[in-house]
């Protein structure tokens, strides 16, 4: 409960922080946007640093979602395996990322579907098909907890490490990045993120509430797909 509580909280950040832009690009009053966006990143990553400071040394009780028994296997590989194996993942994900930006235009062309409906929905889904798969799998051990961790926690990292991190990252190389995005994104996300701290703040769900966010999740996906 308390990892869910802290996810949702750093998504509502998350959520701040990319609303904030996209209103104030659409008052028509004369906004830096860019340096908006850059200063509200660092705030990001500094939230996102404590967050794990919190989680890992100051109440790292909170957040154990292993078993006794899980604790006693042995780990199956050697640190330096890890190293490599990471490295080389991260190699490889790289090059087919690089493929997969200079495709999407040519396959939403061949498929006749929107290129937003493609990087917003597609992408996003099959791409992270092994984690959904995860999730799913030791929810069905019902182990909660871990589950939801998988499911929250990849979005917090994205909406509050990778997405600042790009900007900054930008900024350091000379190039406009902004957290700026429009207005159906925007609001998008934002429901997305409050639905999701409705249904699942209590700690506790059912069949229903589980409907109710796929219903959420279909209309979103409508929307992308009819603009």
């Not at 705030?43 to 006794?68: A, I």
């Not at 639905?195 to 279909?218: P, R, S």
Request: a negative charge; one cysteine or more; aromatic letters at 10%.
């Amino acid at each position: 409960q308390e990892a869910l509580s802290m996810n949702g909280s750093l998504l509502l950040l998350a959520v701040l922080a990319l609303i904030i832009p996209a209103a104030a690009s659409h008052t028509g009053a004369d906004s830096n946007i860019l340096n908006l966006s850059r200063y509200a990143s660092l705030v990001l990553l500094l939230m996102y640093g404590l967050s794990l400071f919190f989680q890992f040394k100051t109440h790292s009780h909170l957040f154990d979602v292993t078993s006794e028994a899980e604790e006693k296997e042995d780990p199956k590989m050697t640190t330096k395996d890890a190293w490599i194996l990471l490295i080389l993942a991260t190699v490889l994900v790289g090059w087919m990322a690089e493929v997969l930006v200079h495709s999407v235009d040519a396959a939403a062309e061949g498929w006749g579907l929107p290129t937003l409906f493609i990087g917003v929905i597609l992408l996003p889904f099959f791409g992270n098909a092994a984690e959904h798969f995860t999730a799913v799998l030791v929810a069905g051990k019902d182990k909660m907890d871990l589950s939801l961790a998988i499911a929250i926690g990849s979005s917090v990292q994205i909406a509050v490490f990778v997405a600042p991190l790009m900007v900054l990252f930008a900024w350091a190389l000379g190039v406009n990045l902004s957290l700026e995005f429009g207005i159906l994104e925007t609001a998008a996300t934002f429901m997305s993120v409050l639905v999701a701290n409705f249904i699942l703040n209590d700690g506790k769900t059912n069949w229903l509430e589980g409907v109710m966010l796929l219903a959420c999740y279909t209309i979103l996906a409508l929307s992308f797909f009819e603009v």
